[in-house]
């Protein structure tokens, strides 16, 4: 089993104005479930094709196993991926599909079957085997490229969206699945989202990125408590983080939506003040969003559907944020300006 | 001042009633009009082959009379004409040229454009699309613009006056046209199979040898149907480079040996061009969605 | 489970050289190679020669090439057969091009409703593209023989021409009515028209044998033009209350003239540089050279005449035309690009 570690790692398309990836530095350890997480086009895919040698980086070096392989095509880094398409192989039947990679390193045809006996059984999909990609549901597809990634037992696992091909029901149960079996199987692993529920939900440690650029790697809970700038605090959460400027001090304040309660549940005085305008309640079942503005900007509150609110929509009240819910943001660059905790 | 209001009124049962009335006259008139013309564009363009398949079958006596109407067997068929075909002319000679020139050009097109498509494709990044239109467009430059030099170098080749001249020529323009076709076919292709076998441990070209060819071949089908078909078309290198007639292929053959001399043989000579004629036309009309989706350079989608 | 892959070493000590092949900078010049070589060989360098030859005074017997400066032009322009056969392949160009565009219209149109038997019909009216051009050519020179043509026979039976030998006057329903249009032997008096055997008529049937060759190419792009128009615009225009003719010409017309100028492009590059019509139907370019056309001429110069460089003299005046049409289609397949 391996870490990877990307050094310094930049992409330029030809013709293609500025980097897709821009001087990265990311290191995993060993046996992590590591999520790049990012809007799409943010190049996270990009990232992830060169480690996995589909892509040549312009400049910077890729380390699997503490070597480095920025030179050495796919097939001699010993990795598997698993395409968001599941990329199977349409004119195989799944057996030869999950044996394809054991055909390559040319193992005994006894090995082989073996090797897939084991990979769909841990997987599920014996029954399967005699069967075209074609003939295959969604979820089996899938299982089936992560037998065929798991056949080969290789050095590192890359993921590229493989459960936004699942319908929603399935995609949580399959979330719950992969992450287990990742933890059974033990090898590192880089998955590529851009869905903050599967990060949030499957990752050790999750890198967000954006504009070819990684803004913080961390935990999930350090990620969502302490996010480093106001493209992190915004694109995680939802509703997103609120965002209101403070004429004083000339920054901005960012805390949660359930973190903003009346003024009045607000114990103590380290909390601090605002004025909430509300202009529409939202029921959604387990909670209930209030939208609204302070001064100039829109705030959302959230809370507990059955929580018991003396707000009446078009009235202003007296709202409050404990301090040390409150983030601190610089209104030019969006970086914090308060201690962080947990960065990369 | 207010916009003028103008609302459909509903009809009544009477211009309703009109109203049908007159749609079905309209669809009558419609439909003898779309019958009417299909008609006379098929005559149009079947006439020459309908002539050809009732001539094969006359006997002289009914044929060479002017007064004998043409559309109909005066006499009863006969098949002499297509045995004298096979038993006193060079007919057999020439199908077996064409064959063996077919078979040559066939595999020299799909060894060149498989590779060169698939580079194109995904190989030479933005750069591929233009060359592969430019290589489209060598495909125009008319034989008859260059069988002058070109018969130069078939002599020079040493090929000059054997059917070996056009199976160096031919893929002049059957690679151009099929490079062109294949590269449409391998942008469908998702690149993700490719990938994912270089990923499994092949290498690009195992790659391509284990999953692009494979789903690719209704592909590779087309290029086999059109090299063919653009051989068996091809009339002005083959007149230009080959004399002798043990060495011609059927479309020069039939039309410059069997109508030398004042005799012409018209029921064995149509014979001679409806047997190749018409399997010709059955397999290119299976592919001509194909041959179209490249002619217009992508001008049309789906 | 099973521990071999643990222990697979990532690049320990691996031969990078081995790789070269996977190399894309590499791979991609070297799958291009095998046609890039057979056209430049037998395409770029047989173009360059034809220039070569055109300014050189080569034959079949001496082919040196000594430079003779525009000898070859001056004496081809001088002799008359070039002037007719540059005016025959210019106006059978345009002439039975502007013809199949109007035809392929119509037939597109045809191709396009649904009716019994539009699978065959379909077949049928492709024939002429479909076919080797040389054993098409060979139906029509049958078709439009002297004596025995059928045309003539029904020509004959209508009143349109005179009587063959035997009965003096033909009389039938159809006959009357022709005579009574005043339309009795319009085609002349004898018993054939003689469709190849008179200049203006062999001209008029070499341009026939050409609208019929590329009628079905015009029709079947025109057609996957058709099917391109969304058909919401074709049911948004029907909801609105167009009708038939409304349709045709603010919708499909509009919307296929880039997908016609291509079809007429084709048009023009397939007839401007033919040679196997007036080869084979008019035997050579006759009666008198009178359907002689450039490709014909430079090829009774150049390969029968043995004077390589006259030949290709008259072959270069193809290419200006080539290179418009491929400057034009250039045009179009980039507009449809950024489109």
Redesign the interface.
């Known amino acids: ?2 870490a990877i570690e990307a050094r310094g790692i930049t992409k330029r398309f ?2 293609g104005g500025g980097a897709a990836v821009d001087g990265i530095d990311l290191a995993s350890t060993d046996g992590e479930f590591l999520v790049l997480l990012g809007p799409s086009g943010c190049g996270k895919t990009t990232l992830l094709r060169m480690i ?3 892509e ?1 980086p312009t400049a910077g070096d890729i380390l ?2 503490g ?3 920025t ?11 698993v ?3 599941y ?1 199977l ?3 195989m039947t799944v057996f030869n599909n999950i044996a ?2 054991l055909q ?2 040319k193992l005994p045809k006894e090995t082989q079957k073996q ?1 897939v006996g ?1 990979a769909s059984g841990i997987l599920g999909i014996d029954h399967l085997l005699d069967r075209k990609p074609r003939q295959l549901s969604g979820g089996q597809r899938q299982r089936v490229a992560l037998a ?1 990634a798991l056949v ?4 590192v696992f890359l993921l590229d969206e493989p459960l936004s091909n699942l319908d929603a029901q399935r995609r949580a149960s399959a979330r719950d699945e992969l992450q287990q079996f990742q933890r059974r ?1 033990g090898t590192t692993t880089l998955y590529v989202t851009h869905d903050q529920v599967e990060a949030m939900g499957m990752g050790d440690r999750i890198a967000v990125m954006d504009q070819g650029r990684i803004r913080q790697v961390g935990t999930p809970l350090e990620i969502y408590d302490d996010p480093a700038d106001t493209f992190v605090a915004t694109f995680l959460g939802s509703p997103p983080m609120n965002l209101i400027p403070d004429g004083a001090s000339g920054l901005l304040f960012g805390f949660r939506p359930e973190h903003f309660v009346p003024a009045s549940d607000a114990t103590g005085d380290d909390a601090v003040r605002f004025p909430f305008h509300v202009h529409r309640t939202e029921y959604l079942g387990a909670e209930r969003l209030l939208y609204g503005a302070v001064g100039e900007t829109r705030t959302i509150a959230r809370f507990p559907a059955n929580a018991d609110l003396p707000i009446h929509v078009g009235a202003t009240s007296e709202f409050a944020v404990r301090r040390r819910d409150l983030k601190r943001f610089d209104r030019e660059t969006g970086l914090r300006r308060d201690q962080i905790r947990g960065i990369g | 001042m207010a916009a003028p209001v103008y609302r459909a009124s509903l009809p009544d049962a009477n211009e309703l009633a009109r109203e049908r009335r007159r749609a079905r006259l309209r669809r009558f008139g419609g439909r003898s009009v779309l019958y009417s013309a299909a008609s006379f564009f098929t005559l149009f363009a079947a006439l020459p082959f309908a002539w050809m398949l009732l001539t094969v079958f006359k006997q002289n006596a009914d044929l060479y009379d002017p007064n004998h109407n043409p559309f109909l067997y005066n006499s009863p068929p006969t098949l002499d004409n297509v045995r004298l075909l096979f038993e006193q002319t060079q007919y057999a000679t020439f199908i077996r040229n064409t064959v063996f020139v077919s078979v040559f050009v066939v595999v020299i097109t799909l060894v060149a454009t498989v590779p060169a498509a698939y580079s194109l494709t995904r190989l030479a ?2 750069w591929g699309e233009s060359l592969g239109i430019a290589i489209f467009l060598v495909y125009l430059i008319p034989p008859t613009l260059l069988f002058i030099p070109l018969s130069r170098v078939v002599a020079e080749l040493g090929v000059r006056n054997s059917w070996w001249a056009m199976v160096v020529v031919y893929p002049s323009f059957t690679i151009p046209f099929c490079t062109w076709l294949l590269m449409g076919f391998f942008k469908s292709i ?1 690149w ?2 490719e ?10 070209l ?1 790659a391509i040898w ?2 692009v060819l ?2 690719s071949i209704p592909g590779l089908l087309t290029v086999v149907v059109f090299s063919l078909a653009l051989t068996l078309h091809e009339f002005v290198y083959a007149l230009a480079f080959v004399t002798s007639s043990a060495e011609k292929t059927i479309s020069i053959g039939v039309t410059t040996e069997l109508i030398r001399g004042d005799v012409y043989f018209w029921q064995s000579l149509m014979a001679a061009a409806a047997i190749v004629a018409i399997p010709v036309a059955i397999l290119y009309n299976l592919f001509l969605d194909r041959f179209i989706a490249g002619f217009t350079l992508g001008a049309v989608k789906g | ?6 222990v ?5 000590g ?1 031969d ?1 050289r081995r ?1 070269w092949l ?1 190399r ?1 900078g590499v791979l991609g010049p070297l799958l291009l190679l095998p046609t890039v070589v057979y056209i430049i060989a037998l395409v770029g360098f047989p173009l360059v020669l034809a220039v070569l030859y055109s300014v050189s005074d080569a034959t079949v017997g001496d082919q040196s090439l000594d430079f003779v400066g525009l000898r070859n032009f001056r004496a081809a322009i001088g002799d008359g057969t070039f002037r007719v056969a540059l005016r025959n392949t210019v106006a059978f160009t345009l002439v039975s091009q502007l013809i199949v565009m109007l035809l392929a219209n119509l037939l597109a149109l045809v191709l396009s409703a649904d009716f019994h038997g539009k699978r065959l019909v379909r077949f049928l009216v492709m024939l002429p593209w479909t076919t080797p051009v040389a054993l098409g050519v060979l139906g029509w020179l049958w078709t439009l023989d002297n004596v025995y043509s059928p045309i003539d026979y029904a020509f004959r039976q209508m009143g349109l021409l005179g009587p063959s030998i035997g009965p003096l006057r033909v009389d039938n329903p159809v006959s009357d009515v022709v005579r009574w249009l005043g339309l009795g032997s319009v085609f002349g008096t004898g018993s054939n028209v003689l469709w190849l055997a008179q200049p203006a008529l062999a001209q008029l049937s070499v341009l026939l044998v050409h609208v019929w060759r590329t009628l079905p190419l015009a029709t079947v792009i025109l057609l996957a033009g058709l099917t391109a128009i969304p058909q919401d615009v074709k049911d948004a225009a029907n909801v609105d209350g167009a009708g038939f003719f409304r349709q045709l010409f603010y919708i499909r017309i509009p919307l296929l003239l880039p997908i016609m100028a291509v079809a007429f492009l084709y048009g023009i590059v397939f007839t401007f540089t033919d040679m196997t019509i007036p080869f084979i139907l008019t035997n050579r370019g006759g009666p008198v050279d009178s359907t002689q056309v450039l490709a014909s001429w430079a090829f009774i110069k150049g390969i029968e005449g043995g004077s390589l460089g006259e030949g290709a003299a008259v072959a270069i005046f193809l290419f200006p035309v080539m290179a418009g049409v491929a400057a034009l289609m250039l045009r179009l397949a980039r507009r449809t690009e950024t489109s």
Request: charged share 25%; no cysteine; proline share 11%.
């Open positions: 089993m391996a030809d013709g996995g040698g589909l040549p699997i196993g070597r480095v392989v030179d050495l095509p796919p097939r001699a880094r010993h990795i598997a991926m395409f968001q398409s990329a192989y349409p004119h394809f990679p390559a390193a090797k084991w065929r080969r037992e290789p050095n199987v | 990044g933005r998702p993700d199979i990938e994912q076998a270089m990923i499994d441990g092949y290498s690009r195992g284990r999953t494979p789903v | 489970m099973s521990t071999s892959a643990q697979v070493p990532v690049a320990a691996v990078r790789y996977d894309e």
